[in-house]
């Protein structure tokens, strides 16, 4: 058993980032009010906002609502990068994305104003070098600098979509607006196809160099009820050659408010380039990310904390159940028995996987944040025998191997004292021990201790998770799972992150990726060196666009600049009939 706590250095890598001064204030709970909209009188409910602080890892969501109001507590003050993203609703006049410059909040908060200009119909299309279109290549819009971004791919006549189902028309059309970069990225190789500033309806076409360095090497599953599964999954395949024995890596998607399929499938996507996937992509491991949907009423994180792995349509909190928190995208049956979908999931990934030039591992690695932390925790508590390795952080309230506590009764999710009713088998205590476990914290991932503004820990047992575990995420739940671990198992890390809230850092992703090449199968002969998800951006380039953020949609030249690839052409598209 190991307990480590890992400062923050002010010196900091190249490309790594972290809390390096400035105006930063942890944990002040200031307010960001304002108003969001259109220049032309568009409806602005679906916008998300996205407040990025430009000295820490910090960020905050918002979701515009249907009056445009914002109202936004953050807990840190200084100056923000923010930008926002649309994909809720068709809607021919707001942009996929857009940058409204930077944002500074005092002690006193901020009130701000942001108009969304209007969006016009753009075609981007890749070629290769002979003029061929290109398909699936993993095509990055960015809208402000180096740190928003919005994965795209392209369709089988070149075309750049935002829509991973593959339904889009022929020649799929994006709504943009202003200054976007337009990039192709995978893994540390990142090639500039141009920036464009939208001002009209337009098509541009990109040549690709060396387009097979960028094929992608994921694809997102459809449900396959007959395999068991009624949620879409994303399946990586790592380029690799070497026939060592590799676990498949499993995640499970920690996604935002869902309400339908299309959305879902782009959370999956950007999933693969997570913080927490990293231990696939840079040890050359197979993985899964399990499309688990959050339904906006799921307000107890059922489904994407494993709350309900055993209960199908019952309550399972007097003001929660299935029927209540499915959607018409999500039905009840879609939503019911998780743990089991995710084992058929596994298993037929691990079909999938047969003509790849390795085996594959029988028991699994498993990684997470927050309730996908909490989510990997319980089904490793469910199913022992099928985790070799665990990485969490962010969680809190973990199953204990133990059926009660002080005589506290500890049922599901908590512990073991209802554990055989459930699965109808015994507790294995051993095979449980056995994995893996590194567990994780940043130390400012306290929060408050209004109810509103903690995990209960069990959807089932609210107040007597609180009572069991305590309140406070890292002075209270944090070390009494740890000395309940401590008493079984010598198989378990717990490190506490010095100048981190409830997010991951790069120090997370190496300590993350570390683990789970230590406790591979087999011992890893190969050094993988690139990230394969990460955008890897290097400081220069990181200072550079902070050198042109002086107006919104930041410092990208009017006009049209090539930059760093082979050649480019424009072809305007006239809208007008006349024309």
């Not at 209007?118 to 819009?141: F, M, S, T």
């Not at 979908?341 to 498993?366: C, F, G, N």
């Not at 009572?467 to 010598?490: A, H, K």
Request: charge should be negative; proline fraction near 6%.
């Amino acid at each position: 058993m190991m307990f480590n706590r890992r400062h923050f250095c002010s010196a900091l890598a190249i490309g790594s980032t972290g809390v390096v001064g400035g105006t930063v204030s942890a944990q002040s709970e200031v307010q960001i009010t304002g108003t969001v909209t259109s220049a032309v009188g568009a409806d602005v409910v679906g916008v998300e906002l996205f407040f990025d602080h430009v000295n820490s890892d910090s960020f905050w969501e918002y979701s515009v609502p249907a009056s445009g109001e914002i109202d936004l507590t953050v807990s840190e003050t200084g100056p923000f990068r923010v930008r926002m993203y649309y994909t809720s609703i068709r809607n021919d006049n707001i942009p996929l994305i857009y940058s409204f410059g930077r944002t500074t909040v005092d002690d006193t908060g901020a009130n701000v104003s942001y108009t969304i200009p209007q969006a016009y119909d753009v075609q981007i299309r890749c070629v290769d070098k002979n003029g061929n279109p290109v398909e699936g290549l993993p095509i990055v819009l960015r809208a402000g600098g180096v740190n928003y971004q919005y994965v795209l791919t392209t369709s089988e006549k070149g075309y750049v979509t935002d829509d991973p189902t593959g339904e889009t028309p022929t020649q799929p059309v994006l709504q943009l607006a202003g200054p976007t970069s337009v990039e192709v990225s995978k893994s540390d190789t990142r090639q500039v196809l141009g920036e464009i500033n939208v001002t009209e309806s337009a098509e541009y076409e990109f040549e690709v160099a060396k387009v097979e360095k960028y094929k992608l090497n994921y694809k997102v599953i459809d449900p396959d009820p007959n395999a068991g599964f009624y949620l879409p999954y994303l399946l990586y395949t790592p380029d690799v050659d070497q026939s060592y024995e590799r676990p498949l890596y499993v995640e499970p998607l920690n996604s935002l408010n869902t309400t339908d399929r299309k959305k879902l499938d782009k959370q999956l996507i950007k999933a693969y380039r997570d913080e927490t996937f990293v231990g696939a992509r840079r040890n050359g491991y197979p993985g899964i990310v399990a499309g688990l949907p959050r339904p906006p009423n799921d307000n107890q994180d059922l489904v994407q904390s494993l709350n309900i792995p055993s209960y199908g349509p019952e309550i399972v909190h007097e003001s929660d159940t299935l029927a209540d928190i499915a959607t018409e995208a999500f039905s009840v049956e879609s939503l019911t028995r998780v743990d089991q979908q995710l084992l058929a999931m596994i298993d037929d990934a691990k079909s999938r996987l047969e003509s790849e030039p390795y085996p594959v591992a029988e028991r699994i690695h498993m990684s997470g944040f927050s309730a996908a932390g909490l989510f990997s925790h319980r089904f490793a508590f469910l199913y022992p025998n099928r985790v070799r390795t665990l990485t969490t952080g962010g969680s809190n309230g973990l199953p204990l191997p133990k059926a009660s506590h002080a005589d506290l009764s500890l049922p599901y999710p908590l512990g073991t004292a209802d554990y055989e009713e459930l699965t109808g088998r015994e507790f294995d205590k051993q095979a449980w021990a056995d994995i893996n476990r590194y567990i994780y914290v940043g130390q400012e991932d306290q929060g408050s201790r209004d109810y509103q503004h903690y995990a209960p820990g069990s959807a089932r047992y609210p107040d007597r998770a609180e009572t069991l575990f305590g309140i406070n995420r890292v002075t209270e739940r944090f070390p009494f799972v740890r000395s309940q671990y401590m008493e079984v198992t010598d198989n378990a890390e717990f490190e506490i992150f010095d100048g981190i809230g409830h997010h991951v850092d790069n120090r997370m992703e190496d300590a993350i990726a570390d683990f789970h090449r230590q406790n591979s199968p087999t011992p890893n002969p190969e050094t993988i060196q690139k990230d394969e998800g990460g955008s890897n951006e290097s400081a220069s380039e990181e200072s550079q666009s902070e050198s042109n953020e002086s107006a919104p949609g930041f410092g990208i030249g009017s006009g049209i600049t090539a930059l760093g690839a082979t050649g480019y052409m424009l072809r305007r598209r006239l809208t007008d009939a006349s024309e």
